[in-house]
């Protein structure tokens, strides 16, 4: 039997030794609790061997990302021999012959025949709506298999590792809370002193992604919730309100306008923006060695001279808000303010996917062109250099209100957006009176005239701080 060599935290070798049925761990983003579910499995492997110990995920997309990539490589680290079938995905113990199968809880009906001795449950909380899932159909597959009784001392045990869900209106919260349903470990990635000091950089990196409630969450593993009260609630006047820098409250003539719509029917809405660099200082060292630096290797030298700033400062230098008209009006409209401005230095498209596939008919210059379309023939017929950064599925809801609070100010209460009065004031309205709809993870719409101002916001947001430009569909090239 091959010996763990792998190095434990004091909730982890605790977690290792628990005998309860049922039992978790609930934690930040690099707090461990993946790996040590997998090693858990990987122990129960090689003690019943004869056993049925089985993966469960989402989907098996999500468990070849995850969970299975995680169980090899805690096999490679302790140095034990696995074959892993491509077709099934299973992972196959060479010393005992054991067999590590993922299951997808998509179609979780199918579930019913199953018997597990040892159930790995990973990323729970994204699973579904409710916990039908979870508690109908694969808790109760936790039974002896008739393989598995050939070891006298195998007790079915299930463990599952997970993030916390973003809202206290969650199934897994009334189960654990509420329910006291099993025991459960709440760890932080700050607790993670292994992670930390192999990589000294990542928690610092992962704190600039994200806003202060969203790092009490997803950093410390704690409950809360970002789905009650205002939806932008890092936003401030005194603070995003007031550029540090005389000229950032206006579009810059050398730098291209980003451009990001909101559609509705009567209603159209959009925002102007630019991004700036923060003004910083790169103490670089003599001689060849600089040339030979990554652009990554040079911002890490980078000193800020304005304390507190991201280093990517979003600057919302406009906006257009029409009502009764359609999207050729705001193209019209958008020319007639700043043709010669986008014609110098070109225009970034964001936005509303659904704009691809329908336009508003409330104009009679729509014809039947879609959104994007009208506007890019409207941008070409007036030589303007465009690009689309448009993806080719909507972002979820609260990926995009978690990106601007991020922007807005990171759990290192560094701010990155500046909005200015003059020029976008019912930007501002918008981001001080959207809330959520109480008791539930919906933005409240109520009112048509409020929150597709932060909608457009948003898209743009999201698509630059995720900087996934691979998927990025372009409707058109660079024109």
């Not at 000091?197 to 593993?221: N, R």
């Not at 102007?272 to 910083?280: F, G, K, S």
Request: with cysteine; proline share 6%.
């Amino acid at each position: 039997m091959a010996k763990s060599v792998v190095q434990l935290l004091p909730w982890q070798a605790e977690f290792l030794t628990c005998q309860d049925r049922v039992a978790g761990a609930i934690g930040g983003l690099g707090s461990g609790k993946s790996m040590i579910a997998a090693n858990w499995l990987i122990d129960r492997c090689m003690q019943f061997p004869q056993g049925i110990h089985n993966v469960a995920g989402r989907d098996l997309p999500q468990l070849r990302r995850g969970a299975m990539p995680t169980i090899m490589g805690e096999l490679d680290k302790r140095a034990i021999p696995y074959r892993h079938n491509l077709s099934d995905g299973s992972i196959t113990i060479e010393e005992t012959g054991c067999r590590i199968r993922p299951l997808s809880v998509d179609n979780f009906r199918s579930l019913r025949s199953l018997e597990a001795d040892s159930l790995m449950c990973d990323e729970i909380v994204d699973w579904g709506d409710t916990n039908e899932e979870f508690v109908k159909y694969v808790y109760p597959r936790l039974r002896p298999s008739p393989t598995g009784k050939v070891h006298a001392d195998l007790k079915p045990q299930l463990r599952f590792s997970t993030n916390p869900p973003l809202t206290l209106s969650h199934w897994l919260y009334d189960l654990l809370e509420v329910k006291k349903f099993c025991r459960y470990w709440q760890v932080s990635t700050r607790e993670n002193t292994i992670l930390l000091e192999a990589d000294p950089e990542y928690l610092p990196g992962l704190l600039k992604s994200m806003s202060e409630e969203e790092a009490l969450i997803l950093v410390d593993g704690q409950w809360g919730n970002l789905t009650a009260g205002r939806t932008y609630k890092t936003f401030r006047r005194d603070q995003n309100c007031l550029p540090p820098l005389l000229g950032w409250g206006i579009p810059d003539i050398g730098l291209p306008l980003m451009w990001t719509l909101d559609f509705n029917v009567g209603l159209q809405c959009s925002v102007i923006a630019q991004m700036r660099l923060a003004p910083a200082i790169i103490n670089l060292p003599a001689g060849p060695i600089a040339q030979m630096m990554s652009v990554i290797e040079k911002r890490k030298l980078a000193v800020p001279t304005i304390p507190g700033l991201q280093p990517r400062i979003l600057s919302v230098v406009g906006q257009i808000r029409m009502e009764d008209a359609g999207t050729p009006d705001v193209v019209e409209e958008f020319i007639r303010r700043y043709g010669n401005h986008a014609r110098m230095r070109g225009v970034r498209l964001y936005g509303d996917v659904a704009g691809g596939a329908r336009a508003q008919q409330i104009s009679s210059k729509s014809a039947a062109r879609s959104n994007w379309q009208i506007i890019c023939q409207e941008l070409r017929r007036h030589n303007i250099p465009y690009e689309v950064r448009v993806g080719k599925q909507a972002p979820p809801v609260i990926d995009r209100i978690n990106a601007i609070n991020a922007q807005c100010r990171d759990a290192v209460k560094a701010i990155g957006m500046f909005v200015s009065k003059d020029l976008a004031p019912d930007v501002i309205i918008d981001l001080e009176r959207v809330k959520y709809i109480e008791g539930k993870n919906e933005i409240d719409k109520s009112n048509p005239m409020e929150t597709h101002l932060s909608d457009a916001l948003g898209y743009l947001i999201y698509t630059e701080r995720t900087l996934n430009h691979t998927r990025r569909q372009r409707f058109s090239t660079r024109h």
